[in-house]
């Protein structure tokens, strides 16, 4: 068999640099990699856009393996549905610390529907940090100073992107995988396992790090991706 290519869907902001610490694990392992930058900031790229964006970097690839983090859960099953009417179809999806929609919900209504807000102040109270949502706090807490200085500008994600209904029937009757980090303060680890039991009545693997780990333990999730390629192989 073909080595796999591990496609990677960022989260809000949609910058494929997010990635850029897990793709050299990747390929190092052997595998080929594709980062995905998306249109973020503009408010007239909806989630179909993205999913064609997506679907376009698979460029006729019959061994992807798709890995979304956090919003970039929305644009997952879009894209399972697209690449499979291009006859290309994904052959396995993975999210991490991913928000996992139901059709037609949009990632707006996703906070209420799964308690996340809750649970994130729950968790702070109990690990001893400010319930108030700030980025270093929230997100920066264990990414490495020299990651942090040599970052590009952020971009800011468009609101209307929150609005817009997941239009999808169902999921791919794939095999479908979801990681969470075991620090992470945005989703906490004990809400990622409720969302995944109820949403897929899965249980979910475990990696050290915080919401953004493929900046914070990227070898360590990048590790954890190539093993369940190799599972999904057997």
């Given at each position: 068999?073909?080595?796999?290519?591990?496609?990677?869907?960022?989260?809000a902001g949609g910058m494929a640099w997010y990635w850029h610490r897990v793709v050299p694990v990747l390929e190092q392992a052997g595998h080929e990699a594709i980062a995905v930058d998306l249109p973020a900031?503009?408010?007239?790229?909806?989630?179909?856009?993205?999913?064609?964006?997506?679907?376009?970097?698979?460029?006729?690839r019959s061994n992807t393996i798709l890995v979304a983090q956090s919003l970039g859960g929305f644009t997952a099953p879009l894209v399972c549905e697209l690449a499979a009417t291009r006859r290309t179809p994904?052959?396995?999806?993975?999210?991490?610390?991913?928000?996992?929609?139901?059709?037609?919900?949009?990632a707006g209504a996703w906070w209420g529907n799964t308690g996340s807000a809750d649970a994130r102040v729950r968790a702070a109270q109990a690990g001893g940090y400010s319930t108030e949502f700030d980025l270093q706090t929230y997100f920066l807490h264990d990414v490495p100073e020299d990651v942090l200085r040599d970052s590009p500008p952020q971009r800011q994600q468009s609101d209307a992107i929150f609005g817009e209904p997941c239009r999808f029937e169902r999921w791919p009757d794939i095999p479908i995988r979801v990681i969470a980090a075991a620090d992470d303060r945005f989703f906490p680890l004990a809400f990622q396992q409720r969302v995944a039991r109820e949403r897929f009545a899965t249980d979910i693997d475990i990696v050290k790090g915080g919401h953004l780990v493929a900046l914070s333990n990227p070898s360590e999730l990048g590790e954890?991706?190539?093993q369940i390629e190799r599972e999904l192989r057997k």
């Open positions: 068999m073909l080595p796999s290519a591990f496609v990677l869907i960022p989260g900031e503009d408010d007239r790229a909806g989630l179909s856009d993205y999913a064609d964006i997506v679907a376009r970097a698979m460029d006729e994904v052959r396995m999806l993975i999210f991490v610390n991913a928000m996992i929609p139901r059709p037609g919900e949009t954890r991706l190539v």
